[in-house]
């Protein structure tokens, strides 16, 4: 058996190696338009920080020590410029000679990955103008940063590679600017959490300008849509990825609604002998079965991995993701998966919200607190997606939502996890147990939350609602719900009798524990329709200062 791949980083070489594994008498051939095999893409920030010290790190393996582990022959520098599917012919140029020769296949597999997007602005095309994808343009900047010692950088996008680089060319001394067309940085969070994170950023002294978007640059500045000149001695671009799909749309091969090629779970196109896998294939959502886009690393070797052992006669099949990611921003970390509020709501879930802020571990350890949104189907129960920010801990917490999820579980499961205790990891009713305990009494409507957006928006319109702010007057006296009335918790079983038990009614503290305490003595003693704000008083001043 002949296979041929189209794509040498993380997706192509898992097919190779993992057919290997299963096959020792395959002929296997990867050709690669680019000059490096296997790299890793994520780490590019951190070597233009300054993390990581040598850019040969990034690229463990060699086309020839990769021959030499696996008998696979790695051609860099060759391009495959036409097929014939029905041949099973292809004609592979050599970009340094321009030769061109010919070859046959069996079994095809494009692992051609994506190509960053190159936005429409005048002088995008310049010397200090770089994308961040490849090696080649590490190199590239690193050669220009050392020649030039840029004082200022602009980075147009605010997705995950463009807050990388910020953090990174911040901490190596730059004054950076990020420039983000939409209303919020971090497009598959909800504005209420991408918020915390952009605060953050100004914290760190970056210059976050949000709903605007650079329409010419220059050698000494950029121009916004807006009428902003901003001095900036380099341009980071990174506005998102494109997939590869050209060659395969050629031939025939079914591209999907998401831009990427369609695949099945074998990761078979609709060709007979033809494979798609990583950056440029469709993976499809664990929660709805729907077809999604998401190029990471991590799912390119999965499907690398399963494409390989089909091709050699396995039975590994794709099961589909969350969309899980991760990121740190300076102190700051962010994890989300799953579905967010508005793509849940798009999806025509009927979703309860959670905003739950607690500390990662023991306060009197020095625990510091981690805010977690999760969202959950109120007719299942099930748990749709989370998202947490804080300074420790997120990874973990990420980690056992994403699993929860994958297998189905309910808000009520996750309190029923026996997970690892001891005061310097967490607490004793760890923040995920917390959290599935208080999801399942809303949609059980034992304790209803309300978010903040719905409460502003429910004052707004002159809905009668009475506010109980349950915290000490100090505290009230600082910030409060601008309605709210004062009465504390230790006051409240008296002054509850000045309040309408028929009326809609709100309580809250700073983050929610004793809002919810209150929450249970007012609907005990007959109180009709009774809420606990989600994430307390904190949430609600983060999202008025937001909106």
């Given amino acids: 058996m002949k296979i041929i791949?189209?794509?040498?980083?993380?997706?192509?070489?898992?097919?190779?190696?993992?057919?290997?594994?299963?096959?020792?008498?395959?002929?296997?051939?990867?050709?690669?338009?680019?000059?490096?095999?296997?790299?890793?893409?994520?780490?590019?920030?951190?070597?233009?920080?300054?993390?990581?010290?040598?850019?040969?790190?990034?690229?463990?393996?060699?086309?020839?020590?990769?021959?030499?582990?696996?008998?696979?022959?790695?051609f860099t520098r060759h391009e495959v410029i036409q097929i014939d599917a029905k041949q099973k012919k292809l004609k592979v140029k050599n970009l340094d000679t321009a030769e061109v020769k010919e070859d046959t296949y069996d079994v095809l597999?494009?692992?051609?990955?994506?190509?960053?997007?190159?936005?429409?602005?005048?002088?995008?095309?310049?010397?200090?103008?770089?994308?961040?994808?490849?090696?080649?343009?590490?190199?590239?900047?690193?050669?220009?940063?050392?020649?030039?010692?840029?004082?200022?950088?602009?980075?147009?996008?605010?997705?995950?590679?463009?807050?990388?680089?910020?953090?990174?060319?911040?901490?190596?001394?730059?004054?950076?600017?990020?420039?983000?067309?939409?209303?919020?940085?971090?497009?598959?969070?909800?504005?209420?959490?991408?918020?915390?994170?952009?605060?953050?950023?100004?914290?760190k002294g970056v210059t976050l300008i949000l709903n605007d978007e650079v329409?010419?640059?220059?050698?000494?500045?950029?121009?916004?849509?807006?009428?902003?000149?901003?001095?900036?001695?380099?341009?980071?671009?990174?506005?998102?990825?494109?997939?590869?799909?050209?060659?395969?749309?050629?031939i025939g091969v079914t591209i999907g609604d998401t831009g990427a090629i369609a695949v099945n779970s074998k990761m078979q196109t609709n060709l007979p002998h033809i494979y798609a896998v990583g950056d440029v294939a469709e993976s499809y959502s664990v929660i709805t079965g729907k077809p999604i886009y998401r190029p990471l690393g991590s799912t390119a070797n999965k499907m690398g991995r399963i494409a390989g052992d089909v091709i050699t006669g396995g039975t590994l099949e794709h099961r589909g993701v969350l969309g899980t990611g991760i990121l740190r921003v300076f102190?700051?970390?962010?994890?989300?998966?799953?579905?967010?509020?508005?793509?849940?709501?798009?999806?025509?879930?009927?979703?309860?919200?959670?905003?739950?802020?607690?500390?990662a571990k023991a306060e009197y350890l020095g625990g510091k607190e981690i805010v977690i949104k999760a969202i959950a189907d109120r007719k299942t129960g099930r748990i749709l997606g989370v998202q947490i920010v804080g300074e420790e801990g997120v990874d973990k917490r990420i980690d056992v939502f994403v699993t929860a999820i994958t297998f189905k579980a309910k808000a009520e499961d996750l309190f029923h996890l026996d997970l690892a205790y001891a005061p310097p990891f967490s607490t004793a009713k760890d923040p995920v147990m917390y959290t599935g305990m208080a999801l399942q009494n809303a949609i059980d409507k034992k304790n209803k939350l309300i978010t903040p957006k719905d409460l502003t928006e429910r004052i707004e319109k002159g809905e009668a609602i009475q506010v109980i702010d349950t915290r000490a007057p100090k505290?009230?006296?600082?910030?409060?719900?601008?309605?709210?009335?004062?009465?504390?918790?230790?006051?409240?079983?008296?002054?509850?009798?000045?309040?309408?038990?028929?009326?809609?009614?709100?309580?809250?503290?700073?983050?929610?524990?004793?809002?919810?305490?209150?929450?249970?003595?007012?609907?005990?003693?007959?109180?009709?329709?009774?809420?606990?704000?989600?994430?307390?008083n904190k949430n609600y001043q983060d999202y008025r200062k937001n909106t």
């Fill in 331 to 359: 102190d700051l970390a962010i994890g989300q998966t799953g579905m967010n509020e508005t793509e849940a709501l798009a999806e025509g879930f009927d979703i309860e919200v959670l905003h739950n802020i607690k500390p």
């Fill in 475 to 536: 505290q009230y006296n600082v910030s409060k719900v601008e309605t709210a009335l004062n009465i504390p918790l230790a006051d409240l079983r008296e002054k509850c009798k000045e309040l309408d038990p028929n009326l809609p009614t709100v309580t809250y503290c700073n983050s929610g524990v004793t809002g919810n305490a209150a929450q249970n003595v007012l609907r005990q003693i007959g109180f009709q329709d009774v809420y606990n704000l989600s994430g307390g």
């Fill in 215 to 250: 329409t010419a640059i220059s050698m000494t500045d950029i121009q916004t849509k807006s009428g902003k000149v901003i001095e900036t001695d380099m341009v980071i671009l990174a506005v998102g990825v494109r997939p590869n799909t050209q060659l395969a749309k050629e």
């Fill in 5 to 74: 791949i189209i794509g040498s980083v993380a997706a192509g070489t898992s097919v190779a190696a993992k057919a290997r594994r299963n096959d020792e008498t395959a002929e296997i051939t990867l050709y690669n338009a680019d000059y490096d095999i296997s790299y890793s893409s994520c780490g590019i920030p951190y070597f233009l920080g300054g993390e990581v010290a040598e850019l040969d790190t990034l690229t463990p393996r060699s086309a020839a020590s990769f021959k030499k582990r696996y008998n696979v022959d790695i």
């Fill in 109 to 203: 597999v494009f692992a051609t990955g994506a190509s960053p997007i190159t936005p429409d602005i005048a002088g995008a095309d310049q010397k200090h103008v770089f994308q961040v994808r490849t090696i080649q343009h590490t190199a590239a900047i690193d050669r220009y940063m050392k020649a030039n010692q840029p004082k200022n950088v602009t980075i147009i996008g605010g997705g995950y590679i463009g807050l990388e680089m910020a953090e990174q060319l911040t901490q190596r001394g730059l004054d950076v600017t990020i420039v983000q067309r939409s209303n919020h940085i971090m497009a598959h969070l909800d504005q209420d959490i991408a918020s915390r994170v952009e605060d953050h950023l100004v914290k």
